[in-house]
C-alpha cells in the first residue's frame, strides 16, 4: 500500500550548503497495520511525512501510494490518502461542519453521500456540541477532533498521523489512539509518528526509528528489542539515538 524506496530530500543552505533532511530511506506499510515513524526533532520524518503526502516533492527516489507515484501522480494520491498533524490549521471564519464539508467537496463527494458520512463522522467523534462553533472559538481539542474529520471524510485507504495527539488532554488523546486502532481493524494502512513511547507500543505493528535523516533500525518492537537486547521501546530509543547534546557526560 505505501513503498517507499531510496527516498532523499535535499535543501541548499545559505550556511551549510547542501542539507540532506531525508538520506536514502526505504520503508513498506501495508494494509491493516500501523507503520510508526520514531525520532527526535529533526530527524526527518515530518519532511519524510509531508513527501508522501504530495506537500513536498523528493529530490529523488521513489514513494508509491495505493499504486499511485507521488510525483506523477498526485492528484490521485491525494484521494487515497487522509493526513493530520498536531500543526494542521483550521479556518476562523468557518464551523466544524463547514470545514468538514468544504474538504469533503473538495474530494468530490456528491452532497448526499457527503452529508451521510458526516454525520456518521460527528457522532462517532463526538463533535455534534461543536457543529457549529467556530474555528476561532475552539480549542485544541476541538481543532483536532476537526482535522480527524476532515482527513476521514472521503473514507481513504491511507491515513498518516504526524504527531496526532501532540497537545491534547489525556481524555482526547485516549479517544484518538483507541480510533486508530480501530481505523487499523478496518483494514486501513496507517502511519504514525509520535515522540509518546507509551502510544507507540500500544499501537504499531512495525516501526522504524530515525536519525540525521536516516534509518537506524526498522523492525517490529519484539524483534528490535531482541535484536539490541533492550527492556523497551524508550531504552531501544535512547540505545540507537545517544543522548542529545549537552546531556550526556
Known amino acids: 500500500m505505501i513503498h ?11 550556511q551549510l550548503g547542501k542539507f540532506t533532511a531525508v538520506d536514502h530511506i526505504s520503508f513498506f506499510a501495508m494494509p491493516g497495520e500501523i507503520f510508526g515513524l520514531l525520532g527526535p526533532n529533526g530527524a526527518g520524518k515530518t519532511t519524510a511525512l509531508r513527501i ?4 513536498l516533492e523528493p529530490t529523488s527516489g521513489t514513494v508509491k ?7 506523477t501522480e498526485p492528484a490521485m494520491v491525494r484521494h487515497k490518502i487522509g493526513f493530520m498533524s498536531a500543526n494542521t490549521a483550521v479556518y476562523d471564519r468557518m464551523t ?3 470545514m468538514v464539508e468544504y474538504f469533503g467537496k473538495l474530494y468530490g463527494l456528491p452532497d448526499d453521500e457527503l452529508h451521510d458520512r458526516m454525520e456518521e463522522l460527528f457522532h462517532r467523534l463526538g463533535m455534534r456540541e461543536i457543529r457549529d462553533v467556530l474555528g476561532a ?3 485544541t481539542g476541538m481543532k483536532q477532533k476537526v482535522s480527524i474529520a476532515r482527513a476521514l471524510v472521503h473514507d481513504p485507504p491511507v491515513l498518516i498521523f504526524d504527531e496526532p495527539t501532540l497537545g491534547l488532554d489525556v481524555f482526547v488523546a485516549r479517544a484518538l489512539v483507541q480510533l486508530i486502532s480501530e481505523l487499523r481493524d478496518q483494514g486501513k ?3 504514525f509518528s509520535s515522540h509518546i513511547m507509551r502510544e507507540v507500543e500500544k499501537l504499531c505493528d512495525k ?3 530515525m536519525n540525521r535523516g536516516k534509518i ?4 517490529t518492537i519484539d524483534q528490535l528489542r531482541t535484536e539490541y537486547n533492550q527492556p523497551d521501546l524508550e531504552e531501544l530509543f535512547f540505545h540507537l539515538i545517544g543522548e542529545p547534546d549537552g546531556i550526556a557526560n
Open 4 to 14: 517507499v524506496r531510496d527516498l532523499v530530500k535535499s535543501y541548499d543552505d545559505l
Open 52 to 55: 508522501l503526502s504530495t506537500v
Open 65 to 71: 501510494i495505493a499504486g499511485y507515484d507521488v510525483t
Open 96 to 98: 466544524a461542519w463547514e
Open 137 to 139: 472559538k475552539m480549542s
Open 189 to 191: 494502512c496507517i502511519i
Open 207 to 209: 516501526v522504524a526509528i
Open 216 to 219: 537506524l533500525a526498522e523492525g
